[in-house]
């Protein structure tokens, strides 16, 4: 950062900070038909999240073998099939990668991100 802050100044850094910021709180990216948003709890807790929100939804949940270590993938049976895996990022840090391959659902993605972030909070007061 001293480096570029020398070469770019003030000015620079200024897009640079916000999106290192937000990584942690709620951001979520978008990219052809999948969207990935970093939550700051263990794997488990999210895991259970969002097993609890397609239970909610009356989704059903089918497991698949995770390609990728000490993580979670997903298929979840709806309108238009979509498949979540729940990934270790950091220490204490989760992200979630929802992929819908039809259309590429937006608010449907986004609204089973509030049903995950409502049911974290509901895990972690007790």
Known sequence: MFFAFNIFGCA???PIVPVMGTIYDGYVGWKEH???KY???DINTIH???MLSSKQLNLKVVRKKSKVKRGHSLEVKC?????IEILPFERKVTKVIIKIELL?????AHFF???IDANV???RRG
């Open 12 to 14: 620079g850094l200024v």
């Open 34 to 36: 999948q969207s990935i």
């Open 39 to 41: 939550y700051a709890a």
């Open 48 to 50: 259970r999240a969002v």
């Open 79 to 83: 309108r238009e099939p979509l498949q």
């Open 104 to 108: 590429g659902d937006k608010q449907f």
């Open 113 to 115: 991100y509030q049903r």
């Open 121 to 123: 909070a509901k895990i």
